[in-house]
């Protein structure tokens, strides 16, 4: 299993859509979990932290499944500006930062 | 704040040039990043440093060589240019290794 795996996609969902996507990781000692959003040509940039109890910021839902060992991104009411390339982050008690190849979201019109 | 800034934004160089990437926060972060970012690819780290005086090696070193003189500045120096070094390279920095980074603006870089 890689390290942390992301369906590459592209989710291709229209407006107003709810979409979610997962992010697995192999390191069950893994600590901290963040999800990036990074628009084309572009820096990534922090989106949220995943809490364990899970955790929302506005349309913005993510979760932390420690069992099965994954993450998950849910957007409500999706917007043509949710277009972007969202990459899972995986931190583990190694001090080591693993950033998953991203998944590409295009919200339709 | 400025945050992280990073120059230049585009260089090409040819094949056996030298060059700079010049990295700068004005955070007070002790932990500064670089990593490359290669097409349809995750980010892979490059080295990393704990503070001024200390840097160690990431994922993929070879090639590139740091320096940390000042918490302020991380230049990353590439010594020999190959093509297998054309990617986008981004320097970050945080307040905790397992915490969240801000990410430079980035550096487009072709070698021909």
């Known amino acids: 299993r890689k390290e942390v795996e992301q369906d590459p996609g592209p989710f291709n969902v229209p407006e107003g859509a709810t979409v979610a996507f997962n992010c697995t990781y192999s390191n069950s000692a893994s600590q901290s979990f963040f999800w990036y959003r990074q628009d084309c040509r572009k820096e990534p940039k922090l989106l949220m932290s995943v809490y364990s109890s899970g955790n929302e910021d506005g349309r913005f839902t993510a979760q932390l499944n420690r069992a099965s060992q994954y993450i998950s991104l849910l957007i409500r009411d999706s917007k043509l500006s949710d277009s972007a390339t969202y990459l899972c982050v995986v931190g583990g008690r190694d001090d080591k930062i693993i950033f998953g190849k991203g998944t590409r979201l295009h919200i339709l019109p | 704040n400025a945050g992280v800034t990073q120059t230049p934004k585009f260089r090409i160089l040819k094949i056996g040039q030298s060059m700079t990437l010049q990295c700068t926060q004005d955070m007070n972060h002790n932990y500064m990043y670089w990593y490359r970012q290669d097409p349809g690819m995750g980010l892979k780290l490059i080295y990393y440093?704990?503070?001024?005086?200390?840097?160690d090696k990431g994922e993929v070193p070879n090639g590139y060589n740091v320096s940390r003189s000042t918490t302020e500045d991380f230049p990353l120096r590439l010594e020999l240019a190959a093509p297998s070094q054309t990617s986008v390279y981004f320097c970050?920095?945080?307040?905790?290794?397992?915490?969240?980074?801000?990410f430079g603006p980035g550096t487009r870089l072709t070698v021909l």
């Open positions: 440093s704990v503070g001024a005086g200390i840097t």
């Open positions: 970050a920095s945080s307040y905790r290794n397992e915490g969240w980074k801000f």
